[in-house]
């Protein structure tokens, strides 16, 4: 068995910034996927990539300030400035605002890229349990090898982290940071997306609109050309139709565009995010951390306030605890 003195479980923006901030060098990220960056995902269409997750992020605290400065002079960060909507009255309107974004460069997984950058991640590997045994952690993958480590570091959603911890009662947590689903559906629309007084628009928050929670053009973006539009669509809408098939949601959500913006749309693809955001963003634990077990740790956006900016400071705050 291969002994880490740190297992970081996921390598999301959590478990990236964890593992830069750690004294040690004998550590591990297990990460499922084919690649770092959790949520900042990106995926391949035809030639093309799209955003299907956090269409961007800010900052405003100074620690993550300064990561993201650093992004940006490396090329992997630039800064968005779109026009900005909502929905007031089910109509698309204009709402400017002052409020700095960022994107990643030329996709929102060049973040996770810029983290991961000299970590140690064995990806495609899928953690199943985490018990403790004879004064070290077990870490059992789906497809049977076990690593033990002195300290373990949990950062995927909190639904995912309750069936890796079979031996821990972390029913309070559960109850208490539960998660929210969203339906993503990427269109392609060969026009711009307008207000109501047909003024060009780039990204929309949902407002009160019954299906729509944030929409993103991708052209409004640096250096991209595409005319594919990212829909969001509500938690609440997307819970009722979690189980639907893609192509079902896909034909809804674009309906609604074409009704609501009086435009003609090509469905490209649909993905469904069970667990895309904190159910209260308000409710937080203390510094985004919480510790379950003597040496067993977990973190992640989901304690943070549910920004990517509350998941960097999660991991930065649990390496300061397994560093002690």
Do not use: C
């Amino acid at each position: 068995m291969k002994h880490f003195e740190v297992a970081i479980v996921g390598a999301g923006i959590a478990g990236l910034a964890a593992a830069r901030a750690l004294d040690t060098q004998n550590y591990m990220i297990f990460e499922k996927s084919r690649g770092p960056g959790g949520r900042l995902a990106s995926k391949r269409v035809d030639d093309l990539r799209v955003d299907i997750g956090a269409q961007f992020f800010t900052a405003r605290e100074s620690r993550f300030q300064e990561i993201v400065s650093d992004a940006i002079d490396t090329g992997f960060v630039k800064r968005w400035r779109p026009r900005m909507g909502t929905f007031i009255d089910g109509h698309a309107t204009a709402s400017p605002d002052s409020q700095e974004r960022f994107v990643g460069a030329p996709y929102m997984n060049a973040m996770g890229r810029y983290l991961a950058q000299s970590l140690t991640i064995t990806t495609q590997l899928r953690v199943a349990t985490i018990f403790h045994q004879d004064n070290q952690f077990h870490l059992t993958s789906t497809d049977g090898e076990v690593y033990t480590a002195s300290q373990v570091l949990v950062t995927v959603p909190v639904d995912q982290m309750t069936s890796l911890l079979p031996s821990y009662d972390v029913r309070d947590i559960a109850s208490r940071f539960t998660m929210e689903p969203t339906w993503t559906v990427v269109s392609d629309l060969g026009t711009t997306l307008r207000d109501r007084h047909d003024d060009p628009l780039d990204a929309l928050f949902g407002g009160d609109h019954s299906v729509f929670d944030f929409i993103s053009t991708e052209r409004s973006k640096p250096d991209r050309e595409s005319s594919y539009v990212v829909t969001h669509a509500k938690p609440d809408w997307s819970a009722i139709h979690i189980e639907d098939e893609p192509a079902s949601v896909q034909s809804q959500i674009n309906t609604a565009l074409e009704t609501t913006f009086g435009v003609s749309v090509k469905p490209i693809i649909a993905h469904r995010w069970r667990f895309a955001r904190p159910t209260d963003p308000a409710l937080t634990s203390q510094k985004g951390v919480f510790e379950i077990d003597d040496g067993l740790w977990v973190a992640g956006d989901y304690l943070a306030g549910g920004r990517v900016e509350g998941a960097y400071l999660s991991g930065i705050e649990a390496a300061e605890r397994l560093n002690r």
